[in-house]
């Protein structure tokens, strides 16, 4: 039994009295078979605590494997 699914998110925060949003997006893809499930999640984060320099971004890839 085989599956495979993908996503794609995006989240804007506004804040009163902070000229900064806070941005963020993410890709993620899955798939399983069998016993065994891949998953990878691409993310970035665009003025974090609503500060403009504070950046971020991660990639993630988890291996799951059912004995």
Known sequence: NENFSISYGE????KAGSSVDQ???????SYSMGGMTIN???SEMAGVAHTATN???TTEVIL???F
């Open 23 to 29: 941005e963020a997006e993410s890709v993620q893809a």
């Open 55 to 57: 950046d971020h971004e």
């Open 40 to 42: 990878v999640k691409d």
């Open 64 to 66: 799951i494997f059912a």
């Open 11 to 14: 989240h804007n925060t506004d």
